[in-house]
């Protein structure tokens, strides 16, 4: 099986209009990931993707109980039809707190992608939410490799290790263009709140090595300045290649500003981050 192919970096967010994702595209980014959990028809990919001449769009990610798979393999071959090979579907189990019926993540994951199998989506064009090693291991047995969120460069060395030289990582990591720390963690803990709620972001920021009292929230400053690359653009580009040095094949990066400010702050990074633009 290939590793999918979406460039050294990406830009991760909630959505981007066709335009941004075409100058994004020009910058010199191979892809743009939309997070939250999208529902199954997927009709905002095309869009982008018409938009675009190489640019790749991933899923980070589909929430396997709010998007149930045989409407989401039909939007995956209304795509792969259109688009071929320019879509990537990531999939994940989301959070205990937020689903009743939520289940062991490894049986809930399996079923799912059984019916993924069933519906001809290609295990080389899916890629699972992971950070738990068992999770890690799946994502290279049944999928083209994992995307991890908020994460550090030490957690993506851990991870290679798990899944092997042929599968696909890609952690996701949060950026603040200031110089300031003070401002960059403000930001950075607005961000992170919600997910020092939830056990298994928690659980595996503890298996890295942080404390009790580093997750208490609001999160200490060692906490935030793992998971949040701010300083110069240079200092940050160097942040984000620590994943690519610890055996990452692609970085979403998650500039944490408004919509209006994405395309000129992915623009400030892609010099430092050695991309070519194509515009």
Known sequence: MTKPDLGRFGSFGRG????QA???????????WVGGSPPAELDWVEPILAATRTLQVATGIVNIWTAAAG???ESFHRIESAYPGRFLLGIGVGHREAHQEYRK??????????????????????????????????SARRAAGAHPYLTTPEHTARARELIGP????????????????DKARAVGREALAIYLNLSNYLNN?????????????????????AVVA??????????????????????PVQVLTGPDALVPALAELAGPLGLTGKG
């Open 71 to 73: 409407p989401v393999a």
């Open 166 to 181: 042929e599968a696909f990582l890609a952690p996701e990591h949060k950026v603040v263009l200031t110089t300031d720390p």
């Open 230 to 251: 701010y300083g110069t653009v240079d200092a940050i580009a160097a942040r984000l290649a620590e994943h690519l040095d610890a055996g990452a094949d692609h970085v």
């Open 105 to 138: 993540p490894i049986e809930a994951l399996n079923e799912y992608l059984d019916k993924l199998d069933e519906y001809g989506v290609p295990r080389g064009r899916r890629v699972i939410a992971a950070l738990g090693p068992k999770v890690l291991q799946l």
């Open 16 to 19: 981007v209009t066709p335009q």
């Open 22 to 32: 075409a100058e994004i595209e020009a910058l010199g980014y191979g892809a743009v």
């Open 205 to 225: 920021w503890k298996r890295l090595g942080f404390s009790d009292q580093d997750l208490a929230k609001p999160g200490s400053d060692r906490v935030v300045d």
